[in-house]
């Protein structure tokens, strides 16, 4: 078993298993922090940020960088915005036979892995993360193309990079977003699941997901072998009263290892607490005739949000008070989540019995309470009046309406933004607008496990080895105090992982090892040997047989034959040299030979025969598809080079 890890952002986890020759890459993450860099995306002309300064520190670039700012304290860039994706370099995506995805969030960069790769493979997700993550990417797309900003100069210069506030020190691998033709692609390749559903990779590789209580449709991942069973567990919420199906632990238990990422940034902070807070705020706004800006995602938590707003306006009192929600996908997102009660709690999919929609929104529209729209047009204009409560889409508010509002109410007293998105920086997020007079919070609302609940979690599942971030269990040792609740001394179960354990590995770029106790193999048996065999009783439901056979193996499967007398074993030993090996191949009229070098492992390729040998310390693999002669041939060029005994 190796697992290799394409991303150091626990938040953001993707990991490659290779399971023999079996590779199955869990996530696809889109990483948001960069765009804090960049300046909002432009709807309309002459916005207080269109004016800026130019950095006097690009001067010393001996060229006219006018599209790198300065202001409120930081440098900003006026480009196309950029993200950061996973460590695509570190992964040959030919190899890899499955990608599945856990939550709508880590299938944002999806097109990358799919589109401008030589993936062939297969790609499993529920069914509301496909149509939720085809939302988002969608409504990525939509805000960058209303508000193209074309690229005027190189900022990824060595002076501008270290001026950026923050960590830019990857700035040369981030990326545009992709298209829209990437993302139908992208998602035309996926296949939907159903929780418990076991797809078989291979006759002794089992994949299955289990509800993670997180989203709608959210999961966390069990890959069952012959004689070991892996665990990845991320962005998984043990709140009780939320909409989603609940966390799965049992299905998480007694795994030999298990992957744990997505914890909360805000352990100390519950989301109830965040709650009562954002709503008292939004009464005491909208009864002081301001207006109430919320960025956020098209789906998640807001589905929660609305139904409690509304509720808490009418127990309150705040009457004909408009609700608006505002993104390219937010009528779908609110009318999808309505017919999904397969996938949410029982309080939700009960209604559905009654019967009744298992959310309010349905009824909250028919009212005209709530009033989805794709954007700011005639049709929002006709509805739009203040004081309102907006939920706009991008938290970031580097583009999509969430700027545009932000732009327009920032200069008002009577206004307040309450940013509840968990993962992105507050001081970051507003500084583009400044000075700001209206109200401003941070006030985030985050359902993911805290460490208490996931300590509780491990010593539920109990895991032979657990591979996590240092970051949560070391609290001595975080960068700084806010990170994960702080740095600390004093060591509890309410501000680290305290694994109890046999073995805990800290994640970090690249391969991390684990030995596999493998104590059966299993095979089939061929028909021929099955009319053969008499069986014997020997506990309640359990027979045994005697045989005798031959095991063939082939691509790591066994089949039991008719039992020959085999010639006396020929045991061969050596170590293989690559250019030897492809000299050999040569001389067997085999041309255009590639050489490539990953991770210790040296990987020849024949060009259109679709025919690979990888030559490592201890293994040599022939990838062959179904040519039997080649097959051969290639066996006999690796022997030829070995000794026998």
């Not at 608006?324 to 996908?329: G, K, N, Q, V, Y």
């Not at 500084?431 to 209206?438: D, L, N, R, V």
Request: with cysteine; net charge negative; hydrophobic share 40%.
């Amino acid at each position: 078993m190796k697992l290799t890890c394409l991303s150091e952002d626990p938040l953001a986890p993707c990991y490659l298993l290779k399971l023999e020759q079996t590779c199955i890459l869990f996530d696809c993450p889109l990483v948001m922090t960069p765009v804090l860099h960049f300046l909002p995306l432009q709807l309309i002309q002459g916005s207080q940020y269109a004016n800026m300064s130019a950095w006097d520190g690009a001067a010393k670039q001996g060229s006219d960088f006018h599209t790198v700012k300065f202001h409120a304290g930081r440098v900003l860039l006026e480009e196309p915005i950029e993200y950061r994706i996973p460590r695509l370099e570190l992964v040959d995506m030919e190899t890899v036979d499955a990608i599945v995805i856990s939550n709508f969030h880590s299938m944002l960069a999806l097109p990358y892995f799919t589109e401008r790769t030589k993936f062939k493979g297969e790609i499993y997700a529920t069914e509301p993360t496909i149509q939720f993550g085809a939302h988002m990417m969608r409504s990525l797309v939509a805000h960058s193309t209303r508000a193209h900003r074309p690229s005027s100069a190189n900022f990824k210069t060595e002076n501008i990079l270290s001026a950026l506030t923050g960590d830019a020190n990857d700035a040369l691998s981030w990326v545009e977003l992709y298209s829209l033709d990437e993302v139908d692609a992208a998602l035309g390749r996926c296949s939907p699941i159903s929780y418990n559903q076991k797809i078989a990779l291979q006759r002794d590789i089992i994949l299955s997901a289990h509800a993670s209580g997180f989203a709608i449709g959210s999961c966390n991942w069990i890959v069952n072998m012959a004689s070991s069973r892996f665990a990845y567990v991320t962005a998984s919420s043990a709140a009780s009263a939320r909409h989603p199906m609940p966390l799965d632990t049992k299905a998480m238990r007694h795994s030999d290892v298990l992957v744990l990422a997505g914890l909360t940034r805000w352990p100390k902070r519950k989301p109830d607490d965040s709650i009562r807070e954002m709503l008292s705020l939004i009464v005491w706004t909208l009864r002081n005739k301001g207006n109430v800006l919320i960025p956020c995602y098209c789906t998640g938590i807001v589905h929660d949000l609305v139904e409690i707003i509304v509720e808490h306006l009418r127990q309150a009192k705040v009457r004909d008070t408009p609700v608006f929600f505002l993104s390219p996908s937010s009528r779908h997102s609110l009318e999808y989540s309505n017919i999904c009660s397969n996938w949410l709690c029982s309080s939700k999919s009960d209604k559905v019995m009654l019967p009744e929609w298992p959310f309010g929104h349905h009824s909250m529209m028919q009212n005209g309470t709530l009033s989805p729209h794709a954007c700011v047009d005639s049709a929002f204009m006709k509805n739009y009046r203040e004081p309102c409560i907006l939920l706009a889409d991008q938290p970031s508010m580097r583009s999509g309406d969430s700027a545009y509002f932000m732009q327009k109410w920032c200069k008002s007293q009577n206004n307040t933004l309450i940013v509840v998105e968990p993962d992105l920086d507050f001081n970051s997020l507003i500084a583009p607008y400044q000075p700001i007079e209206m109200k401003t919070l941070h006030i985030p609302i985050d359902p993911r496990l805290n460490f208490e609940e996931a300590n509780d979690f491990l010593a539920d599942v109990n895991p032979a080895v657990l591979v996590t971030s240092e970051v949560y269990f070391n609290a001595r040792e975080r960068s700084h105090e806010s990170e994960y609740g702080g740095r600390s001394k004093e060591i509890s179960r309410t501000n680290q992982i305290v694994f109890a354990g046999n073995q805990i590995v800290a994640t970090e770029i690249g391969d991390l090892e684990f030995p596999q106790d493998i104590k059966f193999e299993s095979a089939g048996v061929a028909p021929k040997v099955m009319g053969g065999l008499q069986t014997t009783d020997v506990a309640a439901g359990v027979s045994a047989v005697s045989l005798q056979a031959n095991i063939h193996s082939l691509n790591y499967e066994y089949e039991l034959d008719s039992f020959q007398q085999q010639k006396d074993s020929v045991f061969l030993y050596g170590s293989l040299k690559t250019q030897r090996l492809v000299e050999i191949l040569s001389s067997y009229g085999l041309r255009n030979l590639k050489i490539t070098q990953n991770s210790g492992t040296d990987t020849i390729e024949l060009g259109s025969l679709g025919a690979r040998v990888h030559l490592s310390g201890d293994n040599t693999v022939i990838e062959c598809n179904d040519n039997s002669t080649l097959r051969l041939t290639l066996r006999d060029a690796v022997v030829s080079l070995l000794t026998e005994v």
